[in-house]
């Protein structure tokens, strides 16, 4: 039962525009975290996020930036897109961040294609 | 590299094999997730195994983990098709937090 909602699920962009994507989850969690997926499907995290603290992974470009409104809320925006940000973004919520076996759950992701 | 292989690895299997999956780290980790994805959807987690633990089943998973190797491995007995998916390791490099760093996955593809 899907409890993380992303949208858009797919989204194509030109080079140099701006995106945002948007997630919801309807858990009740405290933390919330943005993955990249390539092609090969490799999964790299990208931030976390919970009221008291923003962590960037420091590989990130700073034209990718997180944006929340509460704690079921984080949005992904990128600021100027490149042809290498084309990839799924999936985001993904956990109960409290603070415990290294605690479950993710993800949404089922936002494709986005550079063109 | 945090990872003994990054590159998306591919098993294809007869229903009814059964097929274990390995995973290697680099970082030390207190835990161990195991996820699949179907295709189209988000991880999911499958499985969990704690540095105390070397081995830990659920139904016809069986994951073990031994941490003087730092490897992990993932069984499924008697695979079906619905086993068809990738699977990822994920370890928190010794972090109290619950942030999680992926392996590279392997597809499976199970055919009937």
């Known amino acids: 039962e899907t409890a993380v909602f992303q949208t858009p699920n797919y989204h194509v962009t030109q080079v140099g525009n701006e995106v945002s994507f948007n997630c919801k989850q309807t858990?009740?969690?405290?933390?919330m975290y943005w993955y990249k997926q390539d092609s090969k499907k490799l999964l790299k995290i990208m931030f976390s996020?919970?009221?008291?603290?923003?962590?960037v992974n420091e590989t990130v470009p700073r034209r990718f930036s997180p944006q929340s409104s509460d704690k079921a809320h984080l949005n992904l925006r990128i600021k100027s897109v490149e042809p290498e940000d084309s990839a799924v973004y999936l985001c993904?919520?956990?109960?409290?961040?603070?415990?290294?076996?605690?479950?993710?759950?993800f949404g089922s992701g936002t494709r986005l294609t550079v063109l | 590299s945090q990872w003994g292989e990054e590159n998306l690895q591919a098993l294809s299997i007869q229903e009814g094999e059964d097929v274990t999956m390995n995973c290697s780290y680099k970082?030390?980790?207190?835990?161990v997730h195991w996820y699949r994805q179907d295709s189209g959807r988000g991880p999911a987690l499958i499985i969990l195994?704690?540095?105390?633990?070397r081995e830990k089943r659920s139904g016809r998973l069986r994951a073990t983990l031994d941490t003087s190797s730092q490897s992990s491995s993932l069984s499924i007995t008697a695979a079906q098709c619905e086993d068809t998916a990738v699977y990822f390791c994920?370890?928190?490099?010794?972090?109290?937090?619950?942030?999680?760093?992926f392996g590279a996955g392997t597809q499976l593809i199970v055919i009937p």
């Open positions: 996020y919970n009221n008291k603290q923003l962590i």
């Open positions: 994920a370890t928190n490099r010794g972090s109290a937090l619950g942030r999680l760093h």
């Open positions: 970082t030390y980790t207190t835990v």
């Open positions: 993904a919520s956990s109960l409290t961040g603070g415990l290294s076996a605690e479950t993710l759950y």
């Open positions: 858990l009740g969690h405290d933390t």
């Open positions: 195994i704690r540095s105390n633990e």
